[in-house]
């Protein structure tokens, strides 16, 4: 195939990544030439059911109800949404396809907006198979189209596709790269661990519209409004909206805020996902709750009480608990059964709140189950800064109290308010009396009383005295695990330095990109 056409209109960043960003804003159309509301079209024939974004630029994507679970793990209530969006200029131009549960109403879809015309070009901002799935069917049936993606994604579609070969049909974009495909001109911003190595988000300069990949993206099919400005987001959606990005990107809120920062530079007019609906009003408030989450700073001031409970003693002090929170002012209380409400809810929840509450049976001489995996979920998911207290239970010997503490006294700036109670069994006079205490600790927390809280410090965390035996056997033996701050990769070494001509096996990047997790 000859890109040679392809290829003059691909300009790589002459600038550096944040200078050539910056650049783009001088690209931008004055707001009204960049039509950013929904155009009227009669329907097409057929099965088709695409939708006109603006005077040149068409949603495509399907949606799913059937679908039980997301990425085989999330339970999807109201079904999710694919997104892809086709531009037709000069030459044309599809953003990310769909997952293959979708792909026959997705090509009916893209060859109904196409309507006889070439496909130019396949933007592959994400390699994940719900958004990568048609890829190669595309490629197919295209033959002149030129794939456009990051060095990453290409290794990856052969692990996906075997034996597609891209080798004289693709464009590597990198950070600042430009594609100009008549009046628009595509700009590449790279979003590493957003949630995948490979991601980049594609940022149409001439209108102001941010196709973000996963970026925010929710569950929930869309059922017929596609705007998030036609549906009660904030009631209905924004709960699944936080779930989605707790769970899916949560753990990488460091890489989320280079690429907030990135968007900072942008003149951002619209928000295009490729789950749930598209961003055209109020882009601050949903920006800002990602900047929340991804600096895991609470979103509200609020208590969750999380329990595990196996015969119900537990549970009813964890409700007894929620009653003195009441009646201390303290409004709003949620409260959860780790046994039954899905982990993927509890750690929404626990992002949403300022005050969790952990209150868990001993089991095994251990934490509940239960709540040991949603704790353990939490430590995956680099849960910090927050406030939490106690409650355990045991009926001969309660342990779950201080193995509790110690999982939390792994996640960073963790902060106990109130003692830890402890049950026997069921709650007696005198516990009823220390949860009273406890509710008062944490509503004065919340009013801001700073006194109530104390460092959760762990007797597992204490490093051994300097001169003992245990000290100069921990020195001589010194192993040191060293995590990527672009992709997580993890790689241990014996000695405190990491090789300084290190190079990660997964995303390329040097020694200077990695931290040092524990010695």
């Given at each position: 195939?000859?890109?040679?056409?392809?290829?003059?209109?691909?300009?790589?960043?002459?600038?550096?990544?944040?200078?050539?960003?910056?650049?783009?804003?001088?690209?931008?159309?004055?707001?009204?030439?960049?039509?950013?509301?929904?155009?009227?079209?009669?329907?097409?024939?057929?099965?088709?059911?695409?939708?006109?974004?603006?005077?040149?630029?068409?949603?495509?994507?399907?949606?799913?109800?059937?679908?039980?679970?997301?990425?085989?793990?999330?339970?999807?209530?109201?079904?999710?949404?694919?997104?892809?969006?086709?531009?037709?200029?000069?030459?044309?131009?599809?953003?990310?396809?769909?997952?293959?549960?979708?792909?026959?109403?997705?090509?009916?879809?893209?060859?109904?907006?196409?309507?006889?015309?070439?496909?130019?070009?396949?933007?592959?901002?994400?390699?994940e198979p719900d958004?990568?799935?048609?890829?190669?069917?595309?490629?197919?049936?295209?033959?002149?189209?030129?794939?456009?993606?990051?060095?990453?994604?290409?290794?990856?579609?052969?692990?996906?596709?075997?034996?597609?070969?891209?080798?004289?049909?693709?464009?590597?974009?990198?950070?600042?790269?430009?594609?100009?495909?008549?009046?628009?001109?595509?700009?590449?911003?790279?979003?590493?661990?957003?949630?995948?190595?490979?991601?980049?988000?594609?940022?149409?300069?001439?209108?102001?519209?941010?196709?973000?990949?996963?970026?925010?993206?929710?569950?929930?099919?869309?059922?017929?409004?596609?705007?998030?400005?036609?549906?009660?987001?904030?009631?209905?959606?924004?709960?699944?909206?936080?779930?989605?990005?707790?769970?899916?990107?949560?753990?990488?809120?460091?890489?989320?805020?280079?690429?907030?920062?990135?968007?900072?530079?942008?003149?951002?007019?619209?928000?295009?996902?490729?789950?749930?609906?598209?961003?055209?009003?109020?882009?601050?408030?949903?920006?800002?709750?990602?900047?929340?989450?991804?600096?895991?700073?609470?979103?509200?001031?609020?208590?969750?009480?999380?329990?595990?409970?196996?015969?119900?003693?537990?549970?009813?002090?964890?409700?007894?608990?929620?009653?003195?929170?009441?009646?201390?002012?303290?409004?709003?209380?949620?409260?959860?059964?780790?046994?039954?409400?899905?982990?993927?809810?509890?750690?929404?929840?626990?992002?949403?709140?300022?005050?969790?509450?952990?209150?868990?049976?001993?089991?095994?001489?251990?934490?509940?189950?239960?709540?040991?995996?949603?704790?353990?979920?939490?430590?995956?998911?680099?849960?910090?800064?927050?406030?939490?207290s106690f409650v355990?239970?045991?009926?001969?010997?309660?342990?779950?109290?201080?193995?509790?503490?110690?999982?939390?006294?792994?996640?960073?700036?963790?902060?106990?308010?109130?003692?830890?109670?402890?049950?026997?069994?069921?709650?007696?006079?005198?516990?009823?009396?220390?949860?009273?205490?406890?509710?008062?600790?944490?509503?004065?927390?919340?009013?801001?009383?700073?006194?109530?809280?104390?460092?959760?410090?762990?007797?597992d965390n204490a490093?051994?005295?300097?001169?003992?035996?245990?000290?100069?056997?921990?020195?001589?033996?010194?192993?040191?695990?060293?995590?990527?701050?672009?992709?997580?990769?993890?790689?241990?070494?014996?000695?405190?330095?990491?090789?300084?001509?290190?190079?990660?096996?997964?995303?390329?990047?040097?020694?200077?990109?990695?931290?040092?997790?524990?010695?």
């Amino acid at each position: 195939m000859d890109t040679t056409t392809s290829r003059r209109n691909f300009v790589k960043a002459t600038a550096g990544g944040a200078a050539a960003l910056a650049a783009l804003a001088s690209l931008r159309v004055p707001q009204a030439q960049a039509a950013t509301t929904e155009t009227k079209t009669e329907y097409f024939a057929g099965k088709a059911n695409a939708r006109q974004i603006n005077d040149d630029l068409w949603w495509v994507g399907a949606c799913d109800k059937r679908l039980a679970l997301f990425e085989n793990v999330y339970p999807l209530d109201h079904g999710v949404a694919y997104n892809s969006y086709l531009l037709l200029d000069e030459q044309t131009v599809l953003i990310d396809t769909v997952d293959r549960s979708v792909i026959g109403q997705y090509f009916e879809n893209v060859e109904a907006v196409l309507d006889g015309r070439t496909l130019d070009y396949l933007i592959v901002d994400h390699m994940e198979p719900d958004h990568a799935s048609g890829v190669a069917q595309v490629l197919t049936r295209y033959p002149e189209c030129t794939l456009v993606t990051t060095a990453l994604a290409q290794a990856m579609i052969g692990q996906f596709f075997e034996g597609v070969d891209i080798s004289d049909r693709v464009i590597t974009a990198a950070e600042g790269d430009t594609l100009t495909v008549g009046a628009h001109t595509l700009a590449f911003v790279e979003a590493p661990m957003v949630h995948w190595p490979e991601v980049m988000v594609t940022f149409d300069a001439t209108t102001g519209i941010l196709f973000s990949a996963d970026a925010f993206g929710c569950f929930g099919a869309l059922d017929g409004n596609m705007y998030a400005d036609q549906v009660n987001f904030k009631e209905k959606w924004l709960d699944e909206a936080r779930r989605y990005y707790c769970n899916i990107v949560g753990k990488y809120g460091p890489q989320v805020q280079d690429v907030l920062a990135k968007a900072s530079t942008l003149d951002i007019s619209m928000l295009c996902s490729t789950h749930g609906p598209i961003w055209r009003e109020d882009l601050g408030w949903i920006i800002d709750k990602y900047d929340k989450w991804s600096s895991y700073t609470p979103e509200d001031e609020a208590v969750v009480v999380f329990y595990g409970s196996i015969y119900g003693g537990t549970e009813n002090a964890a409700n007894i608990l929620a009653s003195q929170l009441s009646q201390a002012g303290v409004n709003d209380v949620k409260v959860y059964d780790v046994s039954k409400t899905h982990g993927s809810y509890l750690i929404g929840e626990a992002f949403r709140a300022s005050h969790l509450v952990f209150c868990s049976a001993t089991y095994n001489m251990g934490i509940f189950t239960p709540m040991k995996n949603f704790l353990n979920d939490l430590v995956a998911h680099n849960m910090q800064n927050r406030k939490v207290s106690f409650v355990e239970n045991g009926t001969w010997s309660p342990a779950s109290g201080q193995l509790m503490q110690d999982i939390v006294a792994t996640m960073p700036d963790m902060v106990q308010v109130g003692d830890l109670v402890t049950i026997r069994s069921t709650p007696n006079a005198a516990n009823v009396e220390e949860l009273t205490e406890l509710a008062g600790a944490i509503a004065a927390s919340l009013s801001g009383d700073e006194s109530v809280g104390t460092a959760v410090v762990t007797s597992d965390n204490a490093e051994p005295a300097a001169g003992t035996v245990e000290a100069a056997e921990k020195a001589s033996d010194v192993v040191t695990t060293w995590k990527c701050t672009v992709c997580g990769y993890i790689y241990e070494c014996e000695g405190e330095e990491l090789p300084a001509d290190f190079v990660c096996p997964l995303c390329g990047k040097d020694a200077t990109f990695f931290e040092l997790v524990e010695e």
